[in-house]
Each structure stands twice: as C-alpha cells, then as structure tokens.
Nanobody, 111 residues
Framework: QVQFVESGGGLVQPGESLRLSCAVSGIIFEVMGWYRQAPGKQRELVARIGGYTNYPDSVKGRFTISRDVAKNTVYLQMNSLKSEDTAVYYC?????????WGKGTLVTVSS
C-alpha cells in the first residue's frame, strides 16, 4: 500500500525556517513534489525533485527540496518564511495522484 506521511509543520514567525519531512512507503517514485493549499485557494506545486529540482517564483531561493533515497524520505527546507506561506503542505508524485494525498502538515507563519 502506497502511503505518504508528512510531518514537521508548526507555528513560526516571519523570517524563520522549518523543515518538512515526507515518509514514503510502499514504493519508490522517481519524481516527487511538495504541494500546498492555503485557505480559500487551490492546491499548488511548490517544489519538484526527480533528475532536477524546480520551484515557482513565489518560493524560489527560499525553499529547497531534497531526498534521502535510503530512507525513502523527501524533505522541504523552508527559509525566510512569509505569512503568505501559511498553508497545509502535502507531498505526492508529480503529476499528483488523487489516491496518494496524505493528511498534510500545517504551516502557520504569523507574528
């Protein structure tokens, strides 16, 4: 059974950092991504890894995706967090599969 379990979210102040983790079980995927969904907005892809990494302009230079193949875990290092980064963060394959969504981890950036 394929399962993605996200962790590492929390409440931080603007400018601070967080590292999210996504433990993958059941299979190893070549292309993985971190997605986020802010209140009232559509879910969006914020980081991709698989041969190369890619980020939208909104997080480029602040977020870094990485993976530990031995642990089958994908990470998202988030620096210089802004209030607009507040969202529930999920990992999934790219393109995302509906049946792979986990519960996500909530990141709240607020002073």
């Amino acid at each position: 059974q394929v399962q993605f379990v996200e962790s590492g979210g929390g409440l931080v102040q603007p400018g601070e950092s967080l590292r999210l983790s996504c433990a993958v079980s059941g299979i190893i995927f070549e292309v993985m991504g971190w997605y986020r969904q802010a209140p009232g907005k559509q879910r969006e892809l914020v980081a991709r890894i698989g041969g190369y990494t890619n980020y939208p302009d909104s997080v480029k230079g602040r977020f870094t995706i990485s993976r530990d193949v031995a642990k089958n875990t994908v990470y998202l290092q988030m620096n210089s967090l802004k209030s607009e980064d507040t969202a529930v963060y999920y990992c999934n394959v790219v393109p995302a599969r509906t049946d792979y969504w986990g519960k996500g981890t909530l990141v709240t950036v607020s002073s």
